[in-house]
Each structure stands twice: as structure tokens, then as C-alpha cells.
């Protein structure tokens, strides 16, 4: 009975030394995730792949909650994936009118971040945010001009801008590799919103070749996912686009904690 009595005193013991251990790790574990910092910058590289500079800055506001700001920019080049976008339009008339298109954007995004996980900056997370984006470019636009049974081509030079607003939600997890070493995958970001904006060019043009650059813009309402207008007379051209915008992010970032 007595051995039975000084068994169950030296478990009860152990259990709370191990409470005290556990606690104390869990305490230390802690007070090291705030020694390393509540400050991530991160590039994604995978935005290379479509000759994009991108970079988020992310803060820890919470033990499972965190706010963030991207950017992202690009100088003007030609289109990327050439042949994807050529099957998406699917008409050779339209894409050989833009296949020397030369685009730039430039992009903010901030965003809320809400981790699953044990704490902020690591596991899955759930992430709203809204986007603010502009895109440049610029287009050699050809088209033919048929003047007493001749035909020619002729090219008018276009430029401007589209504005979008969207709003979506991304879907990623992020490790610490190291101590100071994170990676975030951002899995999935739809996102959905509005457009406008234009472009135009200065040229005289005769009433023949305002007639077939007329007929030839027509072919831009092909373009996927925004709705245009154009507007030709003998000094130019202008086209217009306006309408919803959808737009998906993805990408593979590293961070450095600070």
C-alpha cells in the first residue's frame, strides 16, 4: 500500500514536470517565432515566367493573422505564350492584326491573410484581397485598303491603356525553410472586376482607308473577356474597351524575415 502511495506521488510528479517542460518550450518556442521577426519580403520568381517583376511585403498583426501589399510591374515586351493566345483568339485575321502587340502592366494588391495552421506565416491560409492594375501597349496595327482593284496594306500606330479593379481570394501555404528562410506557394487566387480604357493613334487617312480600318477593328470584339468599341475618321483611329475583367494569380515565392 505504501510502495502504491509513493508510486502515484512520483507519477503525479513526472506529469507535472512535464506540463512545466512542455509549457516552458511551447513559451520558448514562442518568444524565438517573435525573436525572428514579424516582417517577411518576398520575391516571386514563378512571375518570370511571364516577364513580370513581383515582390510582397507581408506583417504579422495577429498570432494566426497577418496583412500584406504586392507589386508587380513589367516594361513593355511582346505578348507572352505567343501561341497560347493564339489559340484563345482562334481567328488569324485578329491575331495577325496583334501579334506584334508590346504590353507592360504595373499592379498593387493588399491583402488580409488568415493562417490554419499553429501560427502566422506558416501552413495554409486563406487570403481576400483586391487588385489595382494598368497595362500598357503599344501595336503596329495592319490592315488592307483595296483602291481600284489594288490592294495594299497599310499600318496604323496604336497606343494606350487599360485600367482593371478586381477583387478575389487566394489559396496558398507557406514553410519556414530556415531561420530565417520562408517559401509561399500561392496555390490558386481567382479573381474578378472591371476595365476601361483605350487606345488610339494620329493618321490621315483617306475615305477608303478609314472604311477597311473600320471593317478590320471589328475583329478586336474577339478578343476574350473585355468588350470594345472603335471609332474612326480621317485623322485617326480610337478604340475603346470597357467591361468585366477576371484574372487568376499563382506563383512561388522567397521570403526573408526580419
Known amino acids: 500500500m505504501i510502495m502504491n502511495k509513493n508510486f502515484t506521488k512520483n507519477l503525479l510528479s513526472l506529469a507535472i514536470l512535464l506540463i512545466f517542460c512542455t509549457t516552458c518550450s511551447l513559451s520558448a518556442q514562442e518568444k524565438q517565432d517573435d525573436a525572428d521577426g514579424k516582417n517577411l519580403v518576398k520575391w516571386n520568381a514563378g512571375a518570370l515566367l511571364f ?31 505567343p501561341s497560347l493566345v493564339k489559340d484563345l483568339i482562334d481567328d488569324n485575321d485578329t491575331w495577325n492584326s496583334i501579334k506584334d502587340f ?11 491573410r488568415f493562417y490554419m495552421g499553429q501560427g502566422v ?10 487588385r489595382y492594375a494598368t497595362y500598357n501597349a503599344e501595336v503596329p496595327y495592319t490592315f488592307d485598303v483595296t483602291v481600284n482593284g489594288t490592294t495594299k496594306t497599310e499600318t496604323m500606330p496604336l497606343s494606350g491603356s487599360v485600367n482593371t479593379f478586381t477583387g478575389g481570394v487566394l489559396f496558398g501555404a507557406q514553410w519556414k525553410l530556415s531561420k530565417l528562410v520562408y517559401l509561399d506557394w500561392w496555390i490558386l487566387g481567382p479573381n474578378y472586376g472591371t476595365s476601361s480604357g483605350n487606345i488610339s493613334g494620329k493618321k490621315t487617312l483617306q475615305p477608303e482607308e478609314q472604311e477597311a480600318l473600320r471593317d478590320a477593328l471589328t475583329d478586336l470584339e474577339d478578343l476574350p473577356l473585355v468588350k470594345t468599341k472603335s471609332t474612326v475618321n480621317s485623322e485617326g483611329a480610337k478604340v475603346d474597351f470597357s467591361g468585366p475583367w477576371a484574372g487568376l494569380r499563382s506563383g512561388l515565392s522567397i521570403g526573408f524575415r526580419f
Open 51 to 81: 516577364k513580370n517583376f513581383s515582390f510582397q511585403y507581408e506583417r504579422a498583426v495577429a498570432k494566426k493573422i497577418s496583412v500584406a501589399v504586392g507589386l508587380r510591374f513589367a516594361p513593355k515586351s511582346g505578348v507572352p505564350f
Open 102 to 112: 508590346k504590353t507592360g502592366n504595373f499592379s498593387i494588391t493588399p491583402e488580409v
Open 121 to 130: 506565416f506558416k501552413g495554409f491560409y486563406v487570403a481576400p484581397f483586391v
